[in-house]
């Protein structure tokens, strides 16, 4: 069973970093390309950042001000924010590219 546990999330300021994991379990996590959404009050879930083998890929949004990593030996992902805007509140989930499964997500709420 696949099951994906994000945290990290909490109220940050504006210009404040944080940094997202995913500690994935149920399935072969270092075979499979990731990768990280969002969902903002009122807004439909969005793309926000993918690694594969080699690459990285982001929306234009975060691109310079986040960067997305893992760690194959503890089945983690994680998403580095740094320079965090009030459009980047959110849930934050971490998924496997290839199959349909979300965690519960966790919240960063970025106000003064």
């Known amino acids: 069973q696949v099951q994906l546990a994000e945290s990290g999330g909490g109220l940050v300021q504006p210009g404040g970093s944080l940094r997202l994991s995913c500690a994935a379990s149920g399935f072969p996590f270092s075979n499979y390309n990731m990768a990280w959404y969002r969902q903002a009050p009122g807004k439909e879930r969005e793309f926000v950042a993918r690694i594969d083998a080699k690459n990285t890929y982001y929306t234009d949004s975060v691109k310079g001000r986040f960067t997305i990593s893992r760690d194959n030996a503890k089945n983690t992902l994680y998403l580095q924010m740094n320079s965090l805007k009030p459009e980047d509140t959110a849930v934050y989930y971490c998924?496997?590219?290839?199959?349909?499964?979300w965690g519960q997500g966790t919240q960063v709420p970025v106000s003064s």
């Open positions: 998924k496997p590219v290839a199959l349909n499964s």
